[in-house]
């Protein structure tokens, strides 16, 4: 019998220890006091200590703590609320606190510095968790320290010295203001004070929370169906990024004993008067010549009032935190007040001034993408001349994706093989994206098929690159094109018999707008260079098209997307309980469960539990979304989970009737107290 009872205490004790997590419990982890400037030697006596506010158990392991001049590595464990001191001697640390330190590490050159320093903590994977300084190493930290330590006085961290304060002793190491906390099991209350739970809401929403807790409030977090969007307390919120209809504001707010406190609201996304039945936008791309060297190009801009423009050669744009393109984005907004603010995006680490493309939209950019390479038909990956860029723009709930292009310059074989080779790489590229609108704009430095006799062009540039992508039965290029896409030159598809030079130099077109088989009912017009200053704004000229926009947002049918962010909970021996995030679409019908490759339901939910399954058995599951014209998306992410096992009985027996005697001898000790 004792074996048995033995094993029972063995199989609890398992059961219900701590749990051990690495860098998901530390971010919250904290530096809380440090004795640099010791009464003794410095190299013996100096110490700093960490806090753990979390309920988990934190293993240091591969964790570092830097200094302005080296580093040192950690190990061991932190327990969750608990206290960490790490020494550089445990002899002399013992001699000054009677007690040893948790960890004692032989310094080195890393050393805390009596004339200003700082300690920075780092994660496994070398993620900044926690920052103190003193005596002015960084500016603004001015707390100075002699013979005593300094420490934390604020329960909430704001990550600047009005945290710190000298103790006026050599320190109290294992204690702090953080033991209140320990106590703390009241979550704090949350309220999102605007917007009105049930409210209409459109275009820019001011998000606020209000969150209150007896011990401060370490972080907030919100979020809009599901995804976060913001780390403070309010939030302007762009709800053209979703569709219209309805979508959950969430506030999640923690405080520093790591209680979470949480609120949920549902308003209307109502955005349709951002495109009227008589709306049409213009769409541009325009070459600026080296950075923009010449500023008329701006005055270009201006005359052309683009909806969404793609910018070639722009440079040094990026320099000093996209510096040059925010002013440009601010001056344009500045200059035209009457219309939807410009968000611009441009590529990062050009080093010369012909290389970069950028993007100005007046519609929410989703996503900025860099394409250094591409994937030939062989499988290679071809490293390009120019790197691509790939924006993710939302024209009113419709997803458009744009690729901006300069293609290697300059005539002769060999570079006319390498914009070969850019385009088939681009093409496969774009094959990847699958059938979603596309639009691939910029400068192609080659020559269309479609110009010839009147039309055609001087320079010996080729026609390579156009030819794959607007001839799929060329018997020399046509192997290269397209397998998902059918392309249109816009340009000349609108104006047949006019020339449209992009190139004056030249008497040429290479810079193009290039578009699936999406935009091909709803193209209007195009242009060429049409403007006052086109002539002196660059040594190119814009190309733009105008989009009959309602029609292409209303009647436009696309594939639904992924299904993004699915989870699986083992409910019991027998049930699965799963859940995902709500797709975007405005015609969603439905969503299409997938258990080990099979339809086993179909719901209009974001959750569905599956029961009757068998016990201590793993299984996968896949989500599709289906829209109301009975397309569906591709998977989302499979997850793989296995069902609970079955307890022995005897086992549960065995924990119950221990669990009895604990509680037992429990009370008999508080009887035994009051007595």
């Keep these: 019998m004792k074996y048995a009872t033995l094993f029972l205490l063995v ?42 506010p979390t309920d988990s158990t934190v293993d240091l392991t591969g964790w570092s703590v830097d200094d302005n001049y080296a580093s040192i590595g950690l190990t061991g464990t932190i327990l969750a609320k608990g206290y960490f001191v790490v020494a550089s001697d445990a002899a002399a640390f013992n001699t000054l606190y009677g007690y040893s330190p948790d960890l004692s590490l032989d310094w080195g050159s890393f050393a805390l510095s009596n004339s200003g320093d700082m300690l920075t903590l780092k994660d496994d994977l070398s993620a900044e968790v926690d920052f103190v300084a003193w005596e002015n190493e960084v500016p603004g930290w001015s707390i100075i320290a002699v013979d005593t330590t300094i420490r934390r006085t604020n329960v909430v961290d704001t990550n600047t010295v009005d945290d710190w304060e000298n103790s006026g002793t050599i320190g109290d190491p294992g204690d702090g203001p953080y033991d209140e906390m320990l106590l703390d099991v009241i979550a704090p209350i949350v309220n999102i004070t605007a917007p009105v739970n049930g409210s209409t809401v459109s275009r820019f929403v001011d998000i606020n929370v209000n969150a209150t807790d007896a011990n401060g409030i370490a972080s907030y977090a919100i979020y809009v169906d599901g995804g976060l969007i913001a780390t403070t307390s309010s939030y302007v919120w762009d709800s053209r990024n979703v569709n219209n209809g309805s979508h959950i504001i969430s506030a999640i707010c923690k405080d520093p004993a790591n209680n979470i406190g949480e609120h949920n609201i549902t308003v209307i996304v109502d955005n349709e008067d951002l495109i009227s039945d008589i709306d049409a936008i213009k769409i541009m791309t325009y070459n600026v010549e080296e950075s923009g060297a010449n500023p008329d190009w701006k005055e270009v801009v201006k005359e052309e009032n683009p909806d969404i423009v793609v910018f070639v050669e722009t440079g040094d744009w990026d320099d000093g935190s996209d510096f040059l393109l925010n002013q440009y984005v601010d001056a344009f907004n500045a200059y035209f007040v009457d219309e939807e603010p410009y968000e611009g995006y441009t590529a990062q680490g050009i080093s010369y001034n012909t290389g970069g493309e950028a993007i100005m939209s007046r519609f929410p950019v989703l996503e900025s993408v860099r394409i250094p390479e591409v994937p030939l038909d062989n499988g290679t990956m071809y490293d390009v001349t120019h790197d691509f860029m790939f924006w993710n723009v939302n024209i009113s709930g419709t997803e458009v994706y744009l690729i901006g292009v300069h293609l290697k310059a300059m005539g002769g074989i060999e570079n006319e093989v390498r914009r070969e080779y850019e385009t088939e790489g681009i093409i496969n590229y774009m094959d990847a994206l699958g059938e979603y609108p596309i639009l691939y704009m910029g400068d192609l430095n080659s020559f269309s098929p479609e110009d010839t006799g009147a039309l055609a062009p001087t320079g010996d540039l080729g026609y390579g690159p156009l030819t794959m992508m607007l001839v799929p039965d060329d018997p020399t290029y046509g192997q290269y094109s397209s397998e998902v896409h059918n392309f249109t030159d816009i340009y000349r598809t609108l104006n047949p018999t006019t020339p449209g030079f992009t190139y004056p130099s030249y008497a040429s077109r290479i810079d193009f707008i290039i578009a699936n088989d999406y935009f091909v009912d709803y193209m209007i017009n195009s242009t060429v260079g049409d403007t006052a200053t086109a002539s002196t704004g660059s040594d190119h000229y814009c190309v733009d098209f105008f989009l009959d926009a309602y029609s292409f947002v209303n009647e436009l049918d696309v594939n639904p997307h992924e299904v993004q962010g699915l989870d699986a909970v083992a409910i019991s021996t027998t049930e699965i309980d799963l859940t995902w995030y709500a797709n975007i679409e405005s015609d969603l019908d439905y969503y299409r469960v997938f258990r080990d490759g099979v339809n086993i339901a179909n719901t209009s939910n974001t959750y569905y539990s599956d029961s009757g399954l068998t016990v201590g058995t793993w299984y996968d599951y896949e989500i599709t979304a289906v829209d109301t014209s009975g397309k569906e998306g591709v998977p989302s992410s499979s997850v793989s989970i296995r069902t609970q096992d079955v307890v022995p009985e005897f086992l549960v027996f065995g924990i119950t009737i221990l669990c009895l005697l604990g509680v037992s001898a429990l009370v008999s000790l508080i009887i035994f107290k009051r007595k």
């Excluded at 701590?18 to 530096?31: R, V, Y």
């Design 11 to 52: 199989l609890i004790s398992l059961q219900f220890a701590p749990a051990t997590n690495s860098s998901i419990a530390g971010d919250d982890i904290i530096i809380t006091e440090v004795l640099y400037d010791t009464p003794g030697t410095d190299s013996d006596e100096e110490w700093f200590e960490l806090f753990n």
